[in-house]
């Protein structure tokens, strides 16, 4: 299994419990970003920097990642694509994309896009908050507990 970040736009808070916890849980992790990003010496952690053309992150993660690896982005079109590989997808905000729940995020995704291409004013996203930290820090320790546990019985 290996932990793929989305780093570009994850709060350095996200990035900090993820560090933890791949070093903790012996986890390779790869934060993947079109920027230098800096991580601690580890042979758990590492960055990728990719190209500065769009979509250049979304498409090495999608080529990358694999069935039962886990990702964390806020980009909702990359977690379209890598749910149905089944990839386990959270948001910094601790939101767990899944099959069930993806389409619809994704419509609502594309209405606010469309919105705002015909010239419409919609709400940014909120400012990350502790509780937030709390639930995207509960989320992943609950997926990556779900996937040791599925490693040792499978």
Not at 17 to 45: D, G, H, M, Q
Not at 65 to 86: N, Y
Not at 94 to 106: K, P, Q, S, Y
């Amino acid at each position: 299994m290996t932990l793929w970040v989305d780093a570009d736009a994850c709060p350095g808070a996200v990035k900090e419990l993820i560090v933890r916890a791949a070093i903790r849980l012996k986890i390779r992790t790869v934060f993947v970003a079109n920027k230098y990003i800096s991580t601690p010496e580890s042979c758990y952690v590492s960055s990728c920097r990719i190209g500065m053309e769009p979509e250049a992150v979304d498409r090495h993660i999608t080529e990358c990642a694999e069935t039962g690896d886990v990702v964390v982005t806020q980009d909702i079109p990359l977690a379209a694509a890598l749910v149905p590989k089944g990839a386990i997808v959270i948001s910094p905000h601790g939101v767990l994309f899944t099959r069930e729940n993806i389409g619809e995020r994704l419509s609502i995704r594309n209405f606010m896009q469309d919105i705002r291409e015909a010239g419409g004013i919609t709400p940014g996203p909120g400012m990350f908050s502790q509780r937030d930290k709390q639930r995207f820090a509960d989320t992943l320790d609950r997926e990556l507990s779900r996937c040791a546990r599925g490693k040792r019985s499978g």
